[in-house]
């Protein structure tokens, strides 16, 4: 087995880290204290370089998103909006970004907000169960709902875009997965994932090309591998669950990322970091390491990928970002 190995710890808040992305060499960060901040993230070198205008928002940063080579931020917020950010051009070279837009609709807590790959969409999810999707042009300065989808009967923890296709994935309260798909500029369920016994809070795609898979992380503490298997009937896809992941999590896995090198990370309430990989089509644990952020829950799990290099971040209750290497045995 594989070990993971501490890189760097960066204590950013004093209080839980719920989200961060990374894109272009800088790590966003949001927390309950309502700031957003911006780290320079290089292997020997992590920076903090920016703490956005903590007044844009009246509560917690629940999700931040970087829009697809751009330097765009969005931001979801329990204060139910979303704000975005623009990079400013300045003389003296140093990082800052400006408020560019607020956007407004959903009625309680933004749980979730993600971009699609071509950077027109973005997708927000929200305790009022509903699922909210916005246009935008390339200036990203104004956004139009164009399809409010309200299929859930609870709360949307969770949405992600597929890496190359039009199809977006939430994860919810009521312990399912809906697949959603534009037809015809009407954006409609295709699919619903049932299998997990709890709370859903996170989903991630495959990053293959020309393959559609997801895996989810639940309240029952397990996470799965879903496969699409390429039959639509009546504007219907069949998803399957093709694996259960090996048993690792003693609580809620809240959050699994799947890296383009094909392995899978996960991440929960029990402090474990754990990484998956797929053998002659069996999952087996590839690495894991206990108690990553001590005591404290972890919140979030991303690959970031650095000079050709891959490495882990994850973000918990204790406000620290840690970075981590994996160290295959000898």
């Given amino acids: 087995m594989a070990s993971i190995n501490l890189i760097k710890s960066l204590k950013l808040y004093k209080e839980k880290i ?13 927390s309950t ?31 931040v ?46 749980k979730g907000v993600a971009w699609s790959n071509d950077g027109y969409y973005l997708a927000t999810c929200s305790r009022d169960k509903s699922v909210w999707i916005w246009e935008t042009d390339e200036s990203g300065e104004e ?9 859930h009967s609870q709360d949307v923890k969770h949405v992600i875009w597929h890496p190359s296709e039009a199809l977006l994935a939430s994860s919810s309260y009521d312990d399912t997965v809906r697949i959603w798909k534009d037809y ?16 859903v809070w996170s ?8 393959v559609f898979r997801l895996c989810s992380g639940s309240d029952d503490s397990t996470v799965r ?3 699409y298997m390429g039959d639509d ?35 929960g309430a029990d402090g474990v970091l754990a990484v998956y990989e797929e053998v002659d089509g069996e999952w087996k644990v590839f690495a894991k390491r206990a108690l990553c952020h001590g005591v404290y829950e972890i919140n979030v799990v991303k690959w970031l990928e650095l000079n050709g290099k891959t490495i882990l971040a994850t973000g918990g209750d204790d406000g620290i970002v840690n970075f981590w290497s994996l160290e295959k045995a000898a």
């Avoid at 719920?18 to 949001?30: E, R």
């Avoid at 909006?81 to 400006?98: G, H, L, N, P, Q």
């Avoid at 956004?143 to 299929?151: D, G, N, R, T």
């Avoid at 989903?203 to 020309?210: L, P, Y």
């Fill in 203 to 210: 989903s991630d795609f495959d990053k293959t090309e020309g």
């Fill in 225 to 227: 591998v879903w496969k």
């Fill in 65 to 110: 998103a970087w829009r697809p080579h751009t330097s765009l931020l969005a931001a979801g917020s329990f204060d139910s909006t979303v704000s975005i950010w623009a990079k400013e051009e300045s003389a003296d070279r140093t990082f800052e970004m400006d408020l560019l837009a607020i956007i407004e609709g959903h009625e309680n807590e933004v």
């Fill in 233 to 267: 009937e009546d504007d219907q896809q069949e998803w399957v669950c093709e694996a259960i992941l090996p048993d690792v999590h003693k609580r809620q896995v809240y959050n699994v990322a799947w890296g383009f090198n094909g392995l899978i990370a996960s991440v």
């Fill in 184 to 199: 015809d500029d009407d954006w409609e369920c295709v699919a619903v994932l049932n299998g997990h016994e709890g709370t």
């Fill in 143 to 151: 956004y139009e709902c164009i399809s409010v989808l309200q299929e």
């Fill in 33 to 63: 204290d309502r700031k957003i901040k911006l780290v320079s993230v290089k292997y020997d070198d992590f920076t903090l370089i920016d703490v956005l205008d903590e007044t844009a928002h009246k509560k917690a940063i629940r999700s």
């Fill in 18 to 30: 719920w989200s961060f992305d990374f894109s272009q060499g800088i790590l966003a960060t949001g």
